[in-house]
């Protein structure tokens, strides 16, 4: 079967850093992605990592570790306009499909 | 990056009527994935949508109550069929615009009643 877990909810304060985890149980995995999604918007696409390591994108960095099935995404120099839902993402190799997490309420306070 | 246009942005419907939902890509894309997201709730996938060739269902979904068509690259309809309110949902599109990088609709706010 496929699982994903994430917290379902963090609180930090804006300037903070915040990292949010996600570890699976699946097969087919080919890669690890996240994405934003704002209230009443479409999930937007963050990062992809298939391979061990740190991705980093501006503000955000993602990170993969497949002999452990974890990752996590680090947001740092929080703003309040990063209140948002994140997912994780499993990236399958066969059909390219994406299972999504349950995702994460990140709430920026000031 | 590719814009995908989504159309109907949301729609009230009454129960046993079929509502088609259109999604349009600006560019070709390989793959596109049709979801649905309960507010609040993660995204479950419904199917791969497959050009020129019948859909790819996830367990739970069937052809009957959610047909399919891609006719080509950039052009997608998903039909919820026979609809009740357990229908009720966003309805989002995707497909596959960059390297592993999905692009969204904009979403279709569906509400039966």
């Known amino acids: 079967g496929q699982s994903l877990e994430q917290p379902s909810e963090v609180t930090a304060v804006e300037g903070a850093i915040v990292q949010i985890n996600c570890t699976y149980q699946?097969?087919?995995?080919?890669?690890l992605s996240w994405y934003q999604q704002h209230d009443g918007g479409a999930p937007t696409f963050l990062s992809y990592n298939a391979l061990d390591g740190l991705e980093e994108t501006g503000r955000f960095s993602s990170f993969l570790s497949r002999s452990d099935s974890y990752g996590y995404l680090l947001l740092q120099e929080l703003q309040m306009k990063d209140s948002a839902s994140y997912f994780c993402?499993?990236?399958?190799?066969?059909?390219?499909?994406?299972?999504f997490g349950q995702g994460t309420e990140l709430s920026v306070k000031p | 990056s590719a814009v995908i246009s989504q159309k109907p942005s949301r729609d009230i419907c009454q129960r046993g009527t079929s509502l088609t939902i259109q999604c349009q890509v600006d560019s070709q894309v390989t793959m596109m994935f049709w979801y649905r997201q309960q507010p609040g709730q993660s995204l479950t996938l419904i199917a791969t949508?497959?050009?020129?060739?019948?859909?790819?269902?996830e367990s739970g979904f069937v052809i009957d109550k959610f047909p399919i068509s891609r006719p080509n690259l950039t052009f997608s309809t998903l039909t919820v069929s026979n609809m009740s309110p357990e229908d009720s949902s966003i309805y989002l599109c995707s497909g596959l615009t960059g390297n592993y990088g999905y692009t969204f609709g904009s979403g279709t706010r569906l509400t039966v009643v």
């Open positions: 993402a499993v990236f399958y190799n066969q059909g390219g499909k994406l299972i």
């Open positions: 949508a497959n050009q020129g060739s019948e859909a790819t269902y």
């Open positions: 699946t097969s087919g995995f080919y890669g």
